[in-house]
């Protein structure tokens, strides 16, 4: 299995610069759509309340405008895109450094993600000036995302925000200070099943949501599903790939967390990443039904120079920590003032006039907002 994993990611690491093409596309993988009508996010937005998940709320990753249509990268890398994914794989670790904690941090040396590169985006409808992160971050997203392109070609992952480049405060957002958070859209399937343009759209607990496009009017909803597949094999890459083991998070609604696993265990997924998955996924007040956020442990090397990470803190991580004589630095209460954020009232207020098929949606989302954990280890 081990094995597997390596010849896997080198693979994709040289399809990244377009000098190979791994696996071979599923059968019947369908088109890309023409990309959807701008739309408001009926996301609610809604402070997670516990403190200590330090998780964003507001303004969510979507409220996407002018999603073009995403189809996959073509096989020739173009110049640009190969020059900005030489300065991502050709920057030192040592060059960034994480400090604080993703809640009240700053990062220096920050490096930036492409704005497009094989297999994924930045949401266009994002400021560019928050996708920094820290090197080991941006290498892993770019690496999972062209892994994900090379075995399951499709339309490009949707990254939300990371942070700005030297950290700080992001409106909309309690976290995303520290270069170790980011905002990832699920990708999308429509209706009759060809690839959707990602856009923040809540996924419900049969999988399914709707693109609202005008929330005043039913005639325009386009019905969409997550593609699960497709979005577990970015986990999956994530996991398994290098670095995979400083993925401290991710925020996700239960019962997306629990599509996801069930599909890998009957696709028989990697046995490391579902247990991994499994531990680490967690779904704060802020639902997280419309993308995922995830954020990574400090770097070994970062440490000392006031990183700190928030909890839980696992066993394995205390393990590999003091493997390399380090111990872990936590975070303390937070030192900046909480962001002012929407209540879920003021969000619907502010979204305008609603359908009744929006406003039902939304009242049957509330069941899902701060489900309990039970039996959980490490989502409390
Ligand atoms: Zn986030």
Redesign the pocket.
Same mark, same amino acid.
């Given at each position: 299995m081990r094995a597997r994993l390596v010849v896997d990611r080198s693979c994709a690491t040289l399809a990244l610069v377009g000098l190979v093409a791994c696996g071979s596309p599923p059968p019947d993988r369908p088109a890309a759509t023409p990309g959807a009508a701008p739309a408001s996010s009926s996301a609610s937005e809604e402070d997670e309340g516990a403190g200590d998940v330090g *998780? *964003?709320v507001g303004e969510e990753a979507g409220e996407e405008a002018g999603e073009e249509d995403a189809a996959s990268a073509p096989p020739a890398v173009d110049p640009e895109v190969r020059a900005a994914l030489d300065a991502v794989f050709s920057a030192s670790t040592e060059r960034s450094t994480s400090k604080g904690s993703p809640i009240d941090g700053d990062l220096e040396g920050g490096l930036a993600l492409p704005l497009v590169g094989p297999g994924f985006r930045f949401n266009p409808a994002k400021d560019p000036g928050s996708r920094y992160g820290t090197v080991e971050m941006v290498q892993a997203l770019v690496r999972a995302a062209g892994a994900v392109h090379a075995r399951l070609p499709g339309n490009p992952l949707t990254f939300g !925000?990371l942070s700005r480049e030297r950290g700080d405060v992001i409106k909309g #957002?309690a976290? #995303?200070q520290a270069g170790r !958070?980011v !905002?990832v859209l699920f990708y999308l399937l429509d209706g009759e099943g060809a690839a959707f343009p990602a856009k923040a759209i809540p996924i419900d607990p049969a999988g399914e949501g709707t693109d609202y496009r005008d929330l005043a009017t039913p005639d325009d909803d386009i019905p969409v599903r997550l593609d699960v597949p497709r979005t577990w094999a970015f986990v999956e890459a994530l996991l398994t790939g290098e670095g995979g083991e400083d993925v401290q998070r991710i925020f996700v609604v239960e019962h997306v967390r629990a599509l996801l696993l069930a599909h890998a265990r009957a696709e028989g997924g990697d046995e490391a990443a579902i247990s991994r998955f499994a531990d680490i996924t967690c779904q704060p007040g802020f639902p997280h039904d419309d993308h995922m #956020?995830v954020r990574w442990f400090c770097a070994p090397g970062d440490i000392a120079a006031g990183c700190k990470d928030m909890k839980p803190i696992y066993p394995w991580q205390r393990e590999r920590l003091a493997a390399a004589g380090l111990k872990v630095k936590l975070a303390g209460p937070r030192q900046r003032t909480r962001p002012k954020l929407k209540t879920p009232a003021e969000a619907r207020a502010a979204a305008g006039p609603m359908d009744e098929r929006v406003t039902e949606f939304l009242d049957r989302r509330e069941a899902w907002i701060k489900k309990p954990h039970p039996g959980r280890t490490y989502c409390k």
């Open positions: *998780e *964003e !925000d #957002h976290s #995303h !958070d !905002d #956020h």
